[in-house]
């Protein structure tokens, strides 16, 4: 028998979003647990994403006047996921997805609101809907962690403005009207006051919004159950007891220990995005090595898991979910990647080429097919080089990358070699090493069309998704305008993961399976360590943090069961 000195009846490894969850829950359930994170941080990736949350048919799309059904969220599944595996993990995010999310609201800090309009990814799909699907976290004010928001991961500093100043997506269209609109600016005005006000008193603005809010909010509900987090923390393997996993092996700066875990394990280590040898085995050679993840996600949860006799669901449409991400060195000289998601490529006035000067892509498309066109094209050379071009008009409006809009002083972004500008297109093309008369001969062809809001040759804007991503204002088509104000930008993008789909197989309980199907007693994932539910499809915004929240919910739920 182990010593039982250092016990408690649930042990999370990891504490990102689908970890915070599972530890959360099992407290509001009367169980004592510990969580292990190996870096010094809460929130994991999740601290630095958009915090989206998909769950279909939940009660508050309801409350805010939105249809769907469980019958519509199954059909357009069926048209986005239409592999049969993990139809029975499917079936139980469905069934209990709307359900979790009410649990959480009664039980923890955690609270989510509707985005009334944002569409799924297919809109043309069947059982599509254009909004309420993606739930958001409420605000959240971080100074109510008191001495503990040292320990929230920061937001990426590219996602803030003025050196910490979080924007809720609602205040971004009053802070590009500044000056122009009385509302607009008495609003921006009220923001940085605010955001001068916190700097007096923390290094970062508290107000939080997106991944941050939900991370700092699961925290919180830890924090608010005397949940016993180790930073600093490696688990070097689980306990076995005859076939059951009853524990874990830690090591920190204080000595290596074991713990007894009474009830279970539940493994939320992030994935694997930065294990050079895991992305060798499963991403195609194209892909590169380029996460737009947190630094931890390095394979821990399925080295412990496979150690013990667990499988790995392999059987994926695609290894990961990709976004396209440009790069860059900061001030302090650490590396920058900048996924561009939502913030650039589906504006008016900007396009996509490869080292060939051709457009091979529609722009709009979800930031996961991009990337897969991305791949696509890039089969034919595999050391193809992938550029967004722009001009003076569009950078100076909507920024481009990491590049805000507005932006003056252009000069450090040139000088770094990071964003590429010329006083003609001939130029730039040179300076890429593009033949002229190729990029020339695209441009020429997209503008001729852009003029009167046309894409013939991909037909960007001709979605609800691709407009919702637009500019609204902008007419006759929200995507598209032609780029012809010099002098002309370029910034090379890469292929790069948000997150794994390869995981670790588990059953409808979150339970991880062995090869033969049976569940290891006692060791649970969910989040990036569990094998994607939706095979590596990308069905819409919010379908890793959903089922992340949902399993992570079901995995507590079934550690407390007697």
């Excluded at 005397?226 to 874990?248: D, M, P, Q, Y």
């Excluded at 037909?459 to 104000?485: F, K």
């Amino acid at each position: 028998m182990m010593p039982t000195s250092d016990a408690y009846d649930v042990v999370v490894i990891g504490a990102g979003a689908g970890g915070m969850t599972a530890a959360a829950v099992a407290a509001a359930e009367g169980l004592s647990v510990l969580v292990v994170e190996k870096t010094e941080f809460v929130g994991g990736t999740t601290s630095w994403s958009g915090g989206m949350v998909w769950i279909p048919a939940n009660a508050k799309m309801k409350q805010a006047g939105l249809d769907d059904s469980r019958s519509a969220a199954e059909n357009y599944l069926a048209a986005t996921v239409p592999e049969n595996d993990n139809a029975e993990l499917r079936d139980a995010f469905l069934s209990r997805g709307p359900g979790a999310v009410e649990y959480l609201e009664a039980n923890t800090e955690v609270r989510l609101q509707p985005v009334k309009t944002y569409p799924d990814y297919y809109p043309e799909k069947p059982g599509a809907t254009a909004g309420g699907r993606v739930l958001e976290p409420v605000t959240f004010d971080g100074a109510r962690l008191g001495v503990n928001f040292r320990r929230l991961r920061p937001p990426l500093p590219e996602f803030t403005i003025f050196g910490g100043m979080m924007v809720n997506r609602l205040d971004i269209p009053h802070l590009r009207k500044f000056g122009r609109s009385f509302r607009s600016t008495l609003r921006a005005m009220h923001l940085v006051l605010q955001y001068a006000l916190q700097r007096l008193r923390s290094p970062r603005g508290t107000t939080l919004h997106l991944g941050n809010a939900l991370a700092a909010r699961l925290y919180a509900s830890l924090l608010a159950r005397n949940v016993k987090i180790l930073f600093g923390t490696r688990v070097e393997g689980l306990l076995i007891e005859g076939s059951a996993v009853k524990g874990v092996s830690i090591a920190n700066s204080s000595g290596t220990r074991s713990v007894v875990a009474r009830n279970g394990v539940v493994l939320a280590t992030g994935g694997f995005s930065h294990d050079a040898s895991f992305r060798k085995r499963f991403f195609p050679s194209g892909a590169g090595f380029v996460s737009a993840t947190a630094p931890a996600g390095t394979g821990d949860g399925l080295r412990l898991a496979t150690a013990v006799g667990a499988s790995i669901a392999t059987h994926v449409a695609k290894p990961a979910y990709w976004v396209p991400a440009s790069l860059f060195r900061r001030s302090d000289g650490s590396r920058g990647v900048f996924p561009h998601t939502v913030t650039d490529r589906a504006k008016p006035g900007v396009i996509a080429v490869n080292s060939l000067g051709k457009r091979f892509v529609n722009e709009a498309l979800s930031y996961h097919e991009f990337v897969l066109a991305m791949l696509r094209d890039g089969n034919d050379a595999p050391n193809r080089s992938f550029y967004l071009i722009c001009d003076r008009r569009f950078l100076w409006t909507y920024g481009l990358g990491r590049i805000q809009p507005f932006t003056v002083y252009l000069k450090p972004f040139v000088k770094s070699g990071e964003l590429i500008e010329a006083l003609s297109i001939d130029e730039l093309a040179a300076r890429l090493g593009i033949e002229k008369s190729a990029l020339s001969a695209t441009l020429d062809d997209y503008n001729a069309h852009a003029r009167m809001g046309r894409d013939p040759e991909f037909g960007r804007g001709t979605t609800m998704y691709q407009r919702h991503l637009g500019d609204a204002d902008h007419a006759p088509n929200p995507c598209v305008a032609p780029i012809e104000q010099a002098p002309f930008y370029a910034l090379r993008i890469y292929p790069a993961d948000l997150g794994t789909a390869i995981g670790l197989r588990t059953d409808r309980d979150a339970r991880v399976l062995r090869e033969d199907g049976t569940a290891i007693s006692g060791l649970y994932a969910c989040g990036n360590d569990m094998g994607s539910i939706m095979n590596g499809n990308y069905p819409g915004p919010g379908i890793t943090l959903g089922p992340a929240l949902t399993f992570g919910y079901i995995a507590g739920r079934h550690l407390a069961k007697p």
